[in-house]
């Protein structure tokens, strides 16, 4: 039999913290088996997998992505390590920047000391457009020239007013006539935006705004965007359930999940209560993944925006909640149970 390790004795082994090794385990990145005590237990199975997640932590890989990397099989590493490889050159050029902007001003004030105060604009100012640069992952070459003017000074006066205005009325009902007038006017602005390639970037970078620079998050802070946005998208989805009831009144078909879909979540729902790690919850998931795999042409990156919408279900408007119970013909509730089962069934296959 393979040698067990308590935590501190594998711990001191793989050169890593007992700290980290709860993280882990916390996580569902590394799970020990248990002793008949309770107590953590790992092998050499388990130094493999900790080898594999020290690797892919240096590259900068967040340890959530990390563990979706890992339950692949097989390993999408090609592509993870080209995604990684271009952030780490942007990254790179940023700093090459900074540098030479730091360079010049050496320069600027040895030549004269007297223009100090425009020469540190001049850098906060060359700092500001590092950080605007650092939005170019989130788009393709063609589309981030049409749109990194955006960035340069986001939000735009026009954002930034309607920002203030909805912040001042998120004690309102969302469904009144001022709160629905601001939704207006949000839908507005936000369909004066570029489509295509240009809407994907946006939609990507929005995703991923927990590791936008440091000027930017405090942007999002200042005129308080993901309260507002949150608030307007409950008036939004409440605004199109009155609509779509009003609809089904007048004898309109309803929209609804492909056959394929609402065929597996019935079954889906038959499971619910049962072990989501037996049989047949485990061969469900593996029609539920080939099912995404069709329907996103195999595309892990479009996958994992799928996969990042389905896990942040629980702060959804109530609205939108109504919306995907009712593609499944189905109340709310059903729904919150079914989706909470398949989330666990596929995290443990």
Do not use: C
């Not at 940023?94 to 360079?103: G, K, T």
């Amino acid at each position: 039999m393979a040698k067990s390790y308590r935590v501190h004795e594998f711990a001191e082994l793989a050169g890593v913290t007992v700290k980290a090794l709860h993280h882990y385990d916390r996580l569902g990145l590394l799970k020990p088996a248990r002793t008949p005590g309770g107590y953590r237990a790992y092998n050499t199975v388990h130094l493999a997998r900790l080898e594999q997640i020290v690797a892919l932590k240096s590259l900068g890989i967040p340890l959530k992505q990390i563990r979706t990397i890992l339950e692949r099989d097989p390993l999408p590493l090609r592509a993870m390590f080209r995604q990684q490889r271009e952030v780490l050159e942007e990254k790179r050029r940023a700093l090459d920047r900074a540098i030479d902007a730091l360079a010049h001003a050496e320069d600027a004030i040895e030549r004269d000391e007297a223009s100090e105060t425009a020469i540190l604009q001049q850098v906060i100012t060359a700092m500001h457009m590092q950080d605007v640069d650092a939005m170019r992952q989130y788009f393709s070459e063609e589309a981030w020239e049409q749109w990194k003017q955006y960035y340069a000074d986001w939000p735009s006066p026009e954002w930034r007013t309607l920002y203030r205005e909805v912040s001042a009325a998120l004690g309102d009902d969302p469904s009144s006539d001022r709160v629905q007038a601001l939704a207006t006017r949000w839908l507005s602005l936000a369909q004066s935006k570029p489509a295509g390639a240009v809407r994907t970037g946006h939609l990507k970078a929005w995703a991923d705004r927990e590791h936008w620079p440091p000027a930017l998050k405090r942007r999002l802070v200042e005129f308080d965007i993901e309260r507002t946005t949150e608030f307007i998208n409950e008036a939004l989805w409440l605004r199109y359930d009155r609509e779509r009831e009003e609809r089904a009144r007048n004898g309109e078909v309803a929209p609804r999940a492909s056959p394929s879909r609402r065929a597996l979540f019935h079954e889906w729902k038959h499971l619910v209560g049962t072990d989501p790690t037996g049989p047949a919850a485990r061969s469900l998931a593996a029609r539920w993944r080939d099912l995404l795999d069709q329907e996103t042409g195999g595309d892990e990156e479009i996958k994992a925006d799928v996969m990042r919408a389905f896990r942040r279900r629980q702060v959804w408007p109530t609205g939108m909640k109504r919306y995907w119970a009712s593609l499944y013909e189905t109340d709310v509730d059903t729904w919150d149970r079914v989706a909470e089962f398949i989330e666990r069934a596929t995290a443990q296959a």
